[in-house]
């Protein structure tokens, strides 16, 4: 990793994810600035972290100081992403780590694309299930197997949970977009982007308009078949499975890895090296250390996700979609 000056990272925002990317920052001994809007959130942080929030929001602090930081994270409130993203893009910022999906809707996300297209700045998201140590064994397992045959995935979620979440109304409308894509994009990572899908969607709740059960099936661009399943209405978790020639990986939950091999109905527990993933907020560490370092190789960035975002659409309402 190269040497990092003091004070050369700028984190915005001051909730519950910001406060994980400040006790990760301060474990790997780096100095930072966190700038944030609000004295409520400021303090929660800072009776968290022990670190001072530059309250006001970015705008103004951006306006009062006339050097900046060369890397930024953004980890706002998803109404406020994209807002913030272009703020730091328009005042010259190169590389932004940018928290999932990257605005509150697809409007506010191809923005950001087109001003980081325009200005030549690295918007890169904040996926951090894509670092798991999980993963990562079973990215070394898939390649040894000669590449993934198919693949499922579930994304159910629990309403009892979410319904009391202190969410804005707009983000809980669009939950698959910003829940849910966290094991979709898993599942893309390690099985492959899909060229082809149909989707079938049912039901709804008053918070969530456009759908509670949603099926469908698909080919990845690698050749790999693929299927998913998420029922609101009913009992169910996140879960990953991958099928190779050899083997099917497990990921349920998706911190820990199983396996199955050929010819057996035993599934066997994978060891993998996951301290990191323990004393942190699971793929953290190396998301942000994969930042910092420039390897952008297991990273989507901003131009890839609003070019996927018709994929979502029509995981959340049904449809057909051949994707060029």
């Given at each position: 990793?190269e040497n990092l000056e003091k004070k050369d990272i700028l984190l915005?925002?001051?909730?519950?994810?910001?406060?994980?990317?400040?006790?990760?920052?301060?474990?790997?001994?780096?100095?930072?600035?966190?700038?944030?809007?609000?004295?409520?959130?400021?303090?929660?942080?800072?009776?968290?972290?022990?670190?001072?929030?530059?309250?006001?929001?970015?705008?103004?602090?951006?306006?009062?100081?006339?050097?900046?930081?060369?890397?930024?994270?953004?980890?706002?409130?998803?109404?406020?992403?994209?807002?913030?993203?272009?703020?730091?893009?328009?005042?010259?910022?190169?590389?932004?780590?940018?928290?999932?999906?990257?605005?509150?809707?697809?409007?506010?996300?191809?923005?950001?694309?087109?001003?980081?297209?325009?200005?030549?700045?690295?918007?890169?998201?904040?996926?951090?299930?894509?670092?798991?140590?999980?993963?990562?064994?079973?990215?070394?397992?898939?390649?040894?197997?000669?590449?993934?045959?198919?693949?499922?995935?579930?994304?159910?979620?629990?309403?009892?949970?979410?319904?009391?979440?202190?969410?804005?109304?707009?983000?809980?409308?669009?939950?698959?977009?910003?829940?849910?894509?966290?094991?979709?994009?898993?599942?893309?990572?390690?099985?492959?982007?899909?060229?082809?899908?149909?989707?079938?969607?049912?039901?709804?709740?008053?918070?969530?308009?456009?759908?509670?059960?949603?099926?469908?099936?698909?080919?990845?661009?690698?050749?790999?078949?693929?299927?998913?399943?998420?029922?609101?209405?009913?009992?169910?978790?996140?879960?990953?499975?991958?099928?190779?020639?050899?083997?099917?990986?497990?990921?349920?939950?998706?911190?820990?890895?199983?396996?199955?091999?050929?010819?057996?109905?035993?599934?066997?527990?994978?060891?993998?090296?996951?301290?990191?993933?323990?004393?942190?907020?699971?793929?953290?560490?190396?998301?942000?250390?994969?930042?910092?370092?420039?390897?952008?190789?297991?990273?989507?960035?901003?131009?890839?996700?609003?070019?996927?975002?018709?994929?979502?659409?029509?995981?959340?309402?049904?449809?057909?979609?051949?994707?060029?």
């Amino acid at each position: 990793m190269e040497n990092l000056e003091k004070k050369d990272i700028l984190l915005i925002g001051a909730g519950p994810m910001a406060i994980s990317y400040a006790q990760l920052l301060q474990g790997m001994k780096f100095s930072f600035v966190v700038v944030g809007r609000g004295e409520e959130s400021a303090k929660i942080f800072h009776d968290n972290t022990n670190i001072k929030v530059k309250t006001g929001g970015i705008d103004k602090w951006l306006s009062e100081n006339k050097i900046y930081p060369k890397y930024a994270i953004v980890a706002v409130t998803g109404t406020q992403l994209g807002n913030v993203a272009r703020t730091l893009i328009k005042y010259g910022f190169k590389n932004i780590l940018l928290e999932k999906p990257g605005g509150i809707d697809n409007k506010d996300i191809k923005k950001v694309a087109e001003v980081a297209k325009e200005a030549g700045s690295k918007v890169l998201l904040g996926y951090n299930r894509r670092f798991y140590a999980s993963t990562l064994k079973a990215k070394e397992i898939i390649e040894e197997d000669g590449g993934v045959n198919s693949y499922y995935f579930e994304f159910t979620e629990w309403p009892h949970t979410i319904v009391p979440l202190p969410k804005d109304p707009e983000i809980k409308k669009r939950w698959i977009l910003h829940n849910s894509t966290h094991v979709i994009d898993m599942a893309f990572y390690l099985g492959g982007t899909p060229e082809e899908i149909q989707s079938y969607s049912r039901g709804k709740f008053d918070w969530h308009p456009n759908g509670t059960i949603f099926t469908g099936a698909g080919v990845s661009k690698n050749g790999a078949l693929f299927s998913y399943h998420s029922n609101w209405d009913a009992p169910g978790r996140w879960g990953v499975e991958i099928l190779t020639q050899n083997h099917r990986l497990i990921f349920r939950p998706l911190e820990k890895l199983q396996i199955q091999k050929l010819r057996s109905v035993a599934i066997e527990e994978v060891k993998i090296d996951d301290q990191i993933d323990i004393d942190f907020k699971p793929g953290l560490y190396r998301q942000v250390e994969a930042f910092l370092n420039g390897d952008i190789s297991k990273f989507i960035d901003i131009h890839q996700q609003a070019a996927r975002l018709e994929i979502f659409d029509v995981i959340c309402k049904g449809g057909h979609l051949s994707v060029s």
